[in-house]
């Protein structure tokens, strides 16, 4: 795409941005260099956004109240929960990352997953121990004051016959997404009237949680209230949201959790971005590109240079980083896509809505014998040309040679 000089410029630039993009303070940094290097007026409402303890800020001329994890000092939170016991039900890749985050920040937390289960090892490998704080599922609940909901979806569907006891008054029940209360005609989780029900969702993998808290940064979560009897619900979750490794909270609903969720996994964030890339790397293929340079072309610089600039600093600083040739087709193109795109988004958003991903997804997970199923699937996708030739492009990044 780019002409050598501006692919040159661009990985300077992501050399130059790397650091900054590392930390959680990246817009200083941004805003004394590489937003001068593309001559651009820095804009009010990114500067507003690092002010510590300003909680309603200006995203891009809609307020929203924020909470950060500045307001929520360690002994502010250990003197918060010092009476609770938090139960995290399931040990999967949101259970693994939040359940060391609340442990490292010294919590009194507690796992409850099914006894020699795979989760229950991987649990004792990460150092929870048997009859300390890690428990079945039915135990751990009976000890806790807080029910940390983490079971996959179809789990807690699956499950709620068995759960819905043992929450009794007093207790909070706590959820990563909004699917199991706000799908309840499918998933039958009716909630009891008499206990807070809270929502604290990591836009992000548990890996990612885990990882950028052991960096000292923060994923970015929402928080929800789906019931409020102690008038402390909203309290507690922003507190929760900062306990398991959150940089900054901002605040949803149930509903709209779990509709922008589905939406945006199935769009954008990994079904949308993979059908592009199929597709793109499919006429290239077709057209007698190598697989090579259509797999660079399609994925390795998107990933390792163009995205990187846009996450770090905006779409238009990306253009403004690449040649002039570059910026002129994409500008043009990006207007048909959207176009021919939005229609399908549209479809998707009605697909979220009448709830007919939520019932392909219980049916699906459901089934005894899903993880054989995923693992078959994803070994097709590993084994598609595009992803064979990526492996061959990796090993040969300067870092990864032996
Ligand atoms: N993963 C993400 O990126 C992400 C991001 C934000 C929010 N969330 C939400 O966080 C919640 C947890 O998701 P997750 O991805 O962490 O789940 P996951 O990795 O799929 O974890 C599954 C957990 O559920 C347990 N489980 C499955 N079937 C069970 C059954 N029939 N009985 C008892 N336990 C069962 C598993 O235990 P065994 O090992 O014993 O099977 C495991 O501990 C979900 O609500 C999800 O939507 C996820």
Redesign the pocket.
């Known amino acids: 795409m780019a002409s050598r000089p501006a692919a040159r410029a661009l990985r300077q630039s992501v050399r130059q941005l790397a650091p900054a993009v590392q930390r959680r303070t990246f817009i200083s940094a941004v805003n004394t260099t590489a937003r001068a290097a593309v001559a651009s007026a820095p804009k009010a409402a990114v500067f507003q956004q690092q002010v510590r303890g300003v909680k309603t800020i200006d995203f891009a001329g809609t307020k929203e109240d924020v909470y950060e994890r500045a307001d929520w000092p360690k002994e502010k939170l250990l003197e918060y929960f010092k009476n609770d016991t938090l139960a995290l039900i399931?040990?999967?890749?949101?259970?693994?990352g939040q359940g060391l985050n609340l442990r490292d920040n010294g919590l009194n937390v507690i796992v409850g997953?099914?006894k020699n289960?795979?989760?229950?090892k991987?649990a004792e490998q990460d150092g929870w121990v048997p009859g300390k704080n890690l428990f079945d599922?039915d135990e751990a609940i009976g000890k806790s004051t807080i029910v940390m909901?983490?079971?996959?979806?179809?789990?807690?569907s699956?499950?709620w016959p068995q759960i819905k006891p043992q929450l009794t008054k007093g207790k909070t029940l706590y959820?990563?997404?909004g699917?199991?209360p706000v799908f309840k005609e499918l998933t039958k989780v009716d909630v009891p009237t008499d206990i807070d029900v809270i929502l604290v969702?990591?836009?992000?993998?548990?890996r990612t949680v885990r990882s950028l808290f052991r960096e000292g940064r923060g994923i970015n979560s929402s928080i929800a209230v789906f019931q409020d009897v102690t008038g402390k619900a909203k309290e507690k979750a922003i507190a929760l949201g900062v306990a398991v490794g959150s940089g900054y909270l901002y605040e949803t609903t149930f509903q709209k959790e779990v509709y922008s969720?589905l939406y945006g996994e199935r769009g954008c964030l990994m079904g949308g971005i993979h059908g592009m890339f199929l597709a793109q790397y499919e006429v290239l293929r077709e057209r007698g590109h190598s697989p090579s340079e259509a797999f660079n072309e399609t994925v390795e610089e998107a990933t390792q240079s163009l995205y990187p600039l846009i996450g770090g600093n905006g779409m238009d600083y990306m253009y403004a980083a690449c040649s002039t040739t570059a910026r002129r087709g994409a500008i043009d193109w990006s207007k048909r896509f959207k176009e021919t795109l939005k229609p399908v988004f549209n479809d998707l958003y009605d697909s979220v809505e009448n709830g007919s991903e939520t019932k392909r997804s219980l049916e699906y997970n459901s089934q005894p014998d899903y993880r054989e199923k995923y693992n078959q699937e994803l070994k097709e996708i590993d084994d598609l040309e595009i992803w064979r030739a990526g492996k061959a492009v990796r090993s040969l990044r300067p870092e990864n040679a032996k």
């Open positions: 399931g040990y999967g890749s949101q259970g693994h997953v099914r289960g795979t989760s229950w991987e599922i909901n983490l079971l996959s979806d179809a789990a807690q699956e499950t959820f990563s997404h699917f199991s969702a990591p836009k992000g993998s548990g969720d």
